[in-house]
């Protein structure tokens, strides 16, 4: 796929205390031709809110949507990252094993309709960023922007899922990690997403469902759209250009 100029950023919501905007991806993984422009771009709006909160990173990868080759980079890595183990949970729809009645209506030649979502937390500090330049554009990464420190988000992540999750076996994880897609974001609202990310600033989810690379930010990102030059397109009023990096 050849290069792109601009990299396509569309509005999804935006209110007081919550943004919420999508990144289309053609296809995951993202292709050699888009995928230097696109993650050049999210990394862009990360380093902005980084040096606009100064805040750190926090670094996870969903083991479920990770394709074909990631699988080989994570296990080529581990020493650089020193992963752990963690469970995700999507807000409204807790991890559970599969029933019997759906296993025997899984179609062998559609996409695994997967009920629980392994994670890995990337804990080495000066791993973070190797991660996300090697993981980046595999629907895998979820980034967050934040001031709270691991152990009380994880405490928080606790307090806000465990209730939530029925079988024993994923109450028995120790570590939780919110999956949030754009539309529940948005139905929650800025109080309770607060909640959800034990108030990080930015959270960043490729997200292979919703075809692109998911941003839930608690700050406006208007300025760091203007940093970056982006344009409104002329037809479609949700819809910003932002010019790809070189």
């Not at 990770?66 to 409204?92: D, F």
């Not at 609202?189 to 919703?210: C, K, M, N, T």
Request: hydrophobic share 40%.
């Amino acid at each position: 796929m050849p290069s792109v100029d601009t990299v396509s950023f569309r509005w999804l919501s935006s209110t007081e205390g919550l943004d919420v905007a999508i990144l289309p991806a053609p296809v995951f993984p993202l292709p050699g031709g888009v995928k230097h422009p696109i993650c050049s771009v999210v990394e862009s709006i990360r380093g902005a809110m980084q040096r606009k909160t100064r805040a750190e990173i926090e670094v996870f990868f969903q083991m479920t949507t990770l394709h074909i080759g990631g699988n080989v980079l994570v296990s080529a890595n581990a020493k650089e990252w020193w992963p752990e183990y963690m469970m995700g949970v999507r807000p409204g729809n807790p991890p559970r094993m599969l029933r019997h009645e759906e296993v025997a209506e899984i179609d062998p030649t559609g996409p695994f309709p997967y009920t629980f979502h392994p994670v890995f937390h990337v804990t080495r500090a000066e791993g973070r960023t190797h991660c996300v330049g090697v993981l980046s554009g595999f629907a895998t990464l979820v980034t967050l922007v934040t001031h709270t420190k691991f152990d009380d988000f994880i405490e928080e992540m606790e307090k806000q899922f465990l209730d939530k999750i029925e079988e024993p076996l994923f109450r028995s994880v120790p570590k939780y990690l919110p999956l949030i897609d754009a539309p529940s974001a948005i139905a929650a609202g800025p109080a309770l997403v607060e909640q959800w990310l034990a108030g990080a600033h930015l959270y960043i989810r490729e997200s292979f469902d919703e075809k692109g690379i998911v941003i839930i930010s608690r700050e406006p990102l208007q300025p760091i759209l203007d940093e970056l030059q982006a344009r409104p397109d002329k037809d479609d009023r949700e819809l910003v250009h932002i010019p790809a990096i070189a």
